[in-house]
């Protein structure tokens, strides 16, 4: 257990956010901010897409890196502050020893020795009153910088006073690491009995840091005749450190309503003069309160990204939240702090309603971040060209500063995975829920990938709209899980409208249905709150194909009913359908169709049965137009042999010809396996041997189906790399007269690639 627990708390150490960050963290948290880690270290973004600002821990998007400079070169801190008329010590840079010296005795012993651009009190030696001392210090602050600083030492109580976009927020008196003497314990004793306090731990880890006996410590020691075995009298204070840093060991104590006027002026001046917008005044006063122009003291340094560490949790005194003015000064009451993230899930078409939001929100005007199985998008250019429904795609567009909305399409692979990638979401909807990716990472019924699924529409909050497909049972069922309000999109309009729904409407519910019409396709119209809004014809969407393409209807009133619920004009919903093609550039791989080599050519990810259902719907339809239709299958390798067999038998209702090809990454699959369990599914429906070819290769079997097509014929392709096998329709010249080879395999034992040759006149 001890050796779990340790290596636990080195996780912690290493992974965990410093105070600092964690408060400002915890600070937009409360306030409902969106909070996104962007490194291992303490680089946040709070806030979404074009809203977003970052921090690293007091470091912020309106921290200026001039500023910053100013505040790490020590003189230069000094020299801006004096000429601002504020109280500083007068001071020199040097690089030798001997010339610290005769600084020193030029400034006026005592003095202080400090690194230009140092940090964290490291190499300060502060009260020398020898040129001994200021050799030795010197020799120590050159280990920290090149350039060394020699000043005038005020004498009096450290402080730290917190100034936030120009108004103090805070002060703390600083007591530098110290142990009080029992008359029996020696000094190493003390500091191991003053380590024991829950509240210390290493470096950051806790509100105050141990202890640690080092050379400078010993110094310290040795300067005073003492050791870490001397035992100090009862009741004596042995100051361990020149510095009062918490990273030292030190001690703090709220003093922020004691402050005098006087001396919080000059702390605000001090922070507008350097020009940041969180700076931490290092100000020594006798007593903070009463002003150092009647006591002596100033201030001693500037800081930026100033720890709150102290003012949090003081040792002493009351805690302040300073994130809380941070948070103000970069989100003021009322700014916006996210982006609406439309998130679409579902089995098929969850691509396609993403393209068409997507493309419904661009002509809105908006600037839009799209993920899609195609790659991610940004105001339709594609930054990343990869299968991008998961997280990690949706965490790429939230981060983006030039997104106005991000488009979501989440996959069950990501959810499973590593969840959303969003803490909520304004829209979620889920297109269907059919038995795909069954038998996988404990998904073994359709209920549970409803489950699965189901986690988008959970994620929308309580102002937002969940709309679910009213004709899929398995989407219904999740309304009550499901965030928001409720809405529903429906082909099935008019006399057919399901009892459920006809009641939601009749409460003023939201639906986007499709109500029967003369014309193919139907009419779609948008119920809400009691009235009913004629959209436009089915068949005025080109992506419908005429109204035939069924299941392009239903991603369209998906689509609507997501640009509705976001609030874009009915106006603006209907003339963006009327724009949404089936062309390649629209929706890559999702319908594409190509009439330039006198056949008809169709391209469609159809990967699963309830998908090639979808599309052998449309093909029925379109059969009267051509005279054979030519087919290329194929069904991932991770599928169940039961739904491979489906998908053969399933082919073998809308095609002509059947040439069953395999995916090239097969998921474990031998070569031939899955081809022959495609060829089973057919032969067992009855389609005859002689009309189902067999090839391994994707980018063979789709020469074989175009140079097989004639006049009049329709191919349907399904590929797995879409844009290769696109490019490969484009390129396509029909062969020349006379006769070519291709290495097939005609009826006989699947899955041989070496086949006999196939020769067919052009």
């Known amino acids: 257990m001890n050796a779990a627990l340790k290596a ?33 270290q303490s680089l946040v973004q709070l806030g979404t897409g074009r809203h ?38 007068k001071g020199d840079v040097v ?26 009190g490291r190499g300060v030696s502060i009260d020398l009153t020898t040129a001994d001392e200021v050799t030795r210090a010197f020799e120590e602050a050159s280990q920290h910088s090149r350039r060394v600083i020699v000043e005038k030492y005020f004498k009096g109580r450290d402080h730290r006073i917190l100034v936030v976009n120009g108004e103090l927020v805070a002060v703390a008196e600083r007591v530098p690491a110290h142990v009080t003497g029992d008359g029996e314990r020696s000094i190493s004793a003390l500091v191991d009995e003053v380590n024991k306090d829950p509240r210390r731990g290493d470096g950051h880890e806790k509100v105050m840091t141990r202890i640690k006996i080092n050379d400078h410590v010993l110094g310290i020691l040795a300067k005073a005749g003492m050791d870490a075995g001397s035992v100090p009298a009862l009741g004596q204070v042995v100051y361990l450190c020149d510095t009062a840093n918490l990273s030292t060991g030190g001690t703090a104590i709220d003093r922020t309503d004691d402050i005098h006027p006087d001396n919080a002026l000059i702390a605000r001046r001090a922070a507008r003069a350097i020009g940041l917008d969180v700076a931490g005044i290092d100000f020594i006063a006798p007593d903070i309160a009463r002003s150092v122009r009647e006591t002596g003291g100033g201030i001693i340094e500037v800081n930026a990204a100033p720890g709150f560490r102290m003012h949090l949790q003081p040792s002493e005194g009351r805690a302040r939240n300073v994130a809380r003015p941070v948070m103000d000064m970069l989100f003021p009451r009322g700014a916006a702090t996210r982006i609406p993230i439309l998130a679409i899930t579902g089995t098929n078409g969850k691509s396609t309603t993403s393209r068409m939001v997507g493309h419904i929100l661009r002509a809105h005007g908006l600037n839009v971040g799209l993920t899609s199985t195609t790659g991610i998008y940004v105001n339709g250019d594609r930054i990343v060209e990869a299968d991008a429904s998961g997280p990690w795609s949706a965490r790429v567009v939230l981060r983006d500063p030039t997104v106005d909305v991000a488009v979501l399409e989440t996959a069950r692979g990501g959810i499973l995975r590593e969840g959303l990638g969003f803490s909520e979401c304004d829209i979620g909807l889920v297109t269907n829920v059919q038995p795909d990716h069954l038998g996988l990472k404990g998904i073994e019924t359709i209920e549970d990938l409803a489950w699965v699924k189901s986690v ?12 679910l497909n009213a004709d899929d049972r398995m989407c219904v069922s ?19 409208m399901p009892d459920f729904l006809r009641e939601h409407i009749d409460a003023g519910g939201f639906a986007v249905v499709r109500e029967p019409g003369a014309v193919d396709g139907g009419e779609i119209v948008i119920h809400d709150d009691g009235d009913s809004i004629h959209l436009m014809r089915a068949a005025e969407i080109p992506a419908t194909l005429d109204g035939l ?21 009915v106006n603006v919903i209907r003339m963006a359908l009327s724009t949404y093609t089936t062309s390649f550039e629209h929706s890559p791989g999702r319908l594409n169709v190509f009439d330039g080599h006198g056949f008809r050519v169709i391209l469609d990810y159809a990967h699963n049965p309830a998908g090639l259902q979808a599309l052998g719907n449309l093909i029925l339809k379109m059969k009267p137009r051509h005279r054979r239709i ?10 169940r042999d039961d739904d491979m067999r489906e998908m053969g038998a399933l082919a073998t209702r809308y095609f002509d010809e059947i040439i069953f090809r395999e995916d090239p990454a097969r998921r474990g699959r031998k070569p031939g396996e899955i081809i022959g369990l495609l060829v089973e599914g057919a032969l067992a429906a009855g389609f005859p041997e002689q009309k189902i070819t067999r090839i391994l290769n994707e980018d063979q079997a789709a020469g074989v189906c175009l140079r097989m097509a004639q006049p009049g014929d329709l191919v349907v392709l399904t590929p797995t790399d879409v844009e290769g096998m696109w490019q490969q329709v484009l390129d396509f010249r029909a062969h020349p007269a006379g006769s070519f080879d291709v290495e097939i395999e005609r009826g006989g034992q699947a899955g041989t690639e070496q086949a006999e040759t196939w020769r067919k006149s052009a």
Do not use: C, W
């Open 549 to 569: 393409a069924e299941f392009n209807v239903q991603n369209a009133l998906g689509a609507a009913a997501m640009a509705y619920a976001q609030g874009v004009p």
């Open 95 to 120: 690089r030798r020893a001997d010339d610290a010296v005769r600084a020193a005795e030029r400034i006026g012993y005592p003095v202080v020795v400090k690194p230009l651009d140092g940090n964290h």
């Open 52 to 89: 977003q600002k970052r921090i690293r821990a007091s470091i912020t998007s309106m921290t200026s890196q001039i500023a910053t400079d100013a505040a790490g070169d020590k003189d230069l801190t000094k020299s801006l502050l004096a000429d601002a008329g504020l109280p500083v010590p």
């Open 456 to 467: 988008v529409v959970e994620a929308v909050h309580r102002n937002g709209t969940s709309i």
């Open 478 to 496: 999740m309304r009550r899980r499901a965030g928001g309000r409720i809405g529903y999109f429906s082909l099935r309009g008019g006399a057919d």
């Open 630 to 639: 030519i087919g290329m299958i194929n069904i991932p390798g991770d599928r």
């Open 8 to 40: 636990l708390r080195y996780v912690h150490r290493r992974t965990a956010l410093g105070p600092t960050t964690l408060s400002l963290v915890q600070e937009a948290e409360r306030r409902g901010i969106p909070v996104l880690r962007l490194d291992e």
